[in-house]
């Protein structure tokens, strides 16, 4: 699921693989990755779903993406700090060439930058389900989320009684969710939980409007840093159902061109500073400071 993302940008990546990959002929978005100290050299490209980098620019400000240790504020969110994570994993491990973004306004464009080696990384995460089917083109950082760490809510109306009072997984099986069958964790995820009234929706931006015309009850969508963790898409306010939270199956890595001619360098450097990220505790920090590993919920029932 998208984290409020107003893009279809999680397409399935072994469908999208089946077609040719584009040329690419896009505007990269000047933000560097390395302060100006940085050597002048090649500029590579590393490719962002638009809305998040638009989000990115807004939350770094002024401010050197290497000189942030406090991740909350405005604009900020599980991407969000993924970018930022990004730039100081990689000074971290010893990358010291330029690093500029390009603005994806699709998955596909995504994928397609990526994979043909036009990009040479992802500047957020990814399942490592997406890549399968696409290894020649594709590997995988590091895990930035592990295994058992991703944790969201079943978004909700705050009218919607009846999900609002479900307490068991019975309760929760009788409601109608919505997903998109593409998005390989979460469908399985419902799958595994036994939602037999599940509606396959292809674009994120419909499936909060289609609850608030009551043609299903929930959805999933990571907790928000919000005082009550609401969620509000477009004019549609949400509230995730009390007391209960779901674990997402997977870990999450940045995606590096196989495609690139210096994908394996910065893939060493981008593993090695991550390695160290975490044993900072910064990680850690950043997805909690962002609302994503959300103290509020810590107590909640996981299914």
Same mark, same amino acid.
């Given at each position: 699921m998208p984290d409020t993302a107003p893009l279809n940008r999680r397409e399935s990546f072994r469908c999208l693989l089946q077609a040719a990959f584009l040329p690419a002929l896009l505007s990269a978005a000047p933000l560097s990755a390395e302060p100006a100290r940085a050597p002048q050299g090649e500029t590579l490209f590393s490719a962002g779903p638009a809305d998040v980098m638009a989000d990115f620019q807004r939350f770094l400000g002024p401010r050197d993406p290497l000189s942030i240790t406090d991740f909350s504020g405005p604009n900020?969110?599980?991407?969000?700090?993924?970018?930022?994570?990004?730039?100081?994993?990689?000074? @971290?491990?010893?990358?010291?060439? /330029?690093?500029?973004?390009?603005?994806?306004?699709?998955?596909?464009?995504?994928?397609?930058? *990526?994979?043909?080696?036009? @990009? *040479?990384?992802? @500047?957020?995460?990814?399942?490592?389900?997406? *890549? *399968?089917?696409?290894?020649? /083109?594709?590997?995988?950082?590091?895990?930035?989320? /592990?295994?058992?760490?991703?944790?969201?809510?079943?978004?909700?109306?705050?009218?919607?009684?009846? @999900?609002?009072?479900?307490?068991?997984?019975?309760?929760?099986?009788?409601?109608?969710?919505?997903?998109n069958r593409n998005w390989v964790v979460d469908w399985r995820t419902l799958e595994r939980l036994g939602f037999e009234q599940r509606q396959h929706v292809t674009n994120w931006e419909l499936m909060p409007k289609m609850l608030a015309a009551g043609r299903a009850d929930c959805l999933l969508a990571p907790f928000q840093p919000t005082a009550d963790l609401s969620l509000k898409v477009g004019e549609v306010s949400m509230v995730p159902i009390p007391g209960i939270k779901i674990g997402m199956q997977g870990t999450r890595h940045y995606l590096i061109s196989r495609q690139h001619p210096r994908h394996q360098e910065l893939k060493t450097m981008l593993d090695a500073g991550l390695q160290l990220l975490r044993q900072q505790g910064r990680i850690r920090k950043a997805y909690t400071q962002s609302g994503f590993f959300n103290l509020k919920v810590a107590q909640w029932r996981r299914f």
């Open positions: 900020s969110r599980r991407d969000v700090v993924e970018v930022v994570l990004l730039h100081q994993a990689l000074h @971290a491990g010893g990358w010291t060439q /330029n690093l500029r973004f390009l603005n994806m306004p699709t998955g596909e464009r995504l994928l397609r930058e *990526i994979g043909s080696g036009h @990009a *040479i990384c992802s @500047a957020t995460s990814y399942w490592s389900e997406d *890549i *399968i089917g696409a290894e020649s /083109n594709l590997s995988l950082s590091l895990p930035v989320l /592990n295994q058992g760490e991703f944790e969201v809510g079943l978004y909700t109306l705050p009218s919607n009684r009846q @999900a609002l009072a479900a307490k068991s997984l019975g309760d929760l099986q009788r409601l109608r969710v919505l997903s």
